[in-house]
């Protein structure tokens, strides 16, 4: 019933942008058929492909590398007053500054590289993991810590099963959220200044007035992501859900 829910809604939507491109120039709002036409085309020249891949990768590389340090941190902060007291404000700063901004000082002080690029993407992300996962940490059942206390676990046995468990939910939460948050950053930093990828080829159709292929690489990658969420971490997000 929901597959077919969301082919109904999906098939709604083109149908809609259909009869809208049949009223509206084709330059500024080209058919899905064009569309269609110009992601053949580039998936033929391999340009779709190599762009997408090197999307994807960046986006990877950046996503572990904020859900690990983000989660590290939050649990620190969840667990430990004086760390929160601490750091509290600075995560504050990191969380509400600009991704633009975040994306042009790493440029500024690393170069135009690709360590800057997966850099500022994992800074933009972490914040929020940190934040996640702190209020987890800070809501660990009592109860399970008493046990593991009376029982004398050692630390790698209380992390595999008291404190890991409680925080899977908060931590397939957010991958969840960051994820739509992390490839959305990485087109915004390859645009700015890496020369390949879906950012860059966004950035180049542009300057044609390419609106065709605007579309298409939006949509190839944002059919991308879909499936990553529902493959991976929509299973993991029901995972979590029967165990609890």
């Not at 899977?168 to 992390?182: C, D, H, I, M, T």
């Amino acid at each position: 019933m929901a597959v077919a829910a969301r082919l109904l809604s999906g098939l709604a939507l083109l149908a809609a942008w259909w009869l809208a491109s049949r009223f509206t120039d084709v330059r500024t709002l080209p058919t899905p058929e064009a569309v269609a036409a110009f992601i053949l085309r580039e998936a033929r020249s391999g340009d779709l492909l190599a762009n997408v891949g090197i999307t994807l990768w960046r986006v990877a590389a950046s996503f572990c590398l904020a859900m690990a340090t983000g989660a590290v941190l939050g649990i620190v902060l969840g667990r430990s007053r004086a760390a929160d007291r601490a750091l509290d404000t600075p995560l504050l700063v990191l969380l509400n500054t600009p991704a633009l901004v975040i994306t042009v000082l790493a440029y500024i002080w690393l170069g135009l590289t690709e360590t800057a690029a997966i850099l500022a993407v994992a800074l933009n992300k972490m914040p929020n993991v940190a934040v996640i996962l702190r209020e987890g940490a800070r809501g660990l059942d009592p109860g399970l810590e008493e046990m593991a206390r009376a029982f004398r676990y050692d630390r790698r046995t209380w992390m595999r099963h008291v404190l890991l468990p409680q925080l899977e939910p908060f931590a397939v939460a957010a991958a969840r959220s960051g994820l739509s948050l992390a490839w959305k950053i990485v087109l915004v930093v390859e645009l700015l200044g890496r020369p390949n990828g879906v950012g860059y080829a966004i950035s180049y159709y542009f300057q044609l007035f390419d609106v065709a292929a605007l579309l298409g690489y939006s949509l190839v990658f944002s059919a991308v992501m879909l499936a990553v969420d529902a493959l991976v971490l929509q299973p993991l997000d029901a995972h979590v859900r029967r165990w609890r």
